[in-house]
């Protein structure tokens, strides 16, 4: 069982965690979307006709808004790299 609280300060915070049937608090982050950079998308069928090199030297508007660009520039390509996502379905809103 759950429930969502809005907690001015630090000793509300600890006095609620301190209730015996209380076994963790964790925050509630609200994450906001960036502006999209209309200016860098590239045409679906230009993008169709570029090379694997040209493709992979386009900065692709999804990247930059998402911070993948700066990750393939440390060379994290995602390569050998599985991931799940394991979703509740739980709005608390």
């Known amino acids: ?42 045409h679906l069928l230009d993008f169709a006709n570029l090379s694997v090199t040209e493709i992979n030297q386009t900065q692709f508007a999804p990247d930059i808004m998402t911070g993948v660009d700066k990750l393939h520039a440390q060379g994290y390509t995602g390569k050998n790299v599985s991931i799940a996502i394991i979703d509740t379905g739980v709005d608390y809103m």
């Open 1 to 42: 069982m759950g429930a969502s609280f809005y907690v001015n300060n630090d000793a509300d915070l600890s006095a609620i965690k301190a209730l015996d049937f209380v076994s963790d608090i964790w925050p509630v982050v609200i994450y906001f979307l960036p502006t999209p950079r209309i200016g860098n998308i590239v």
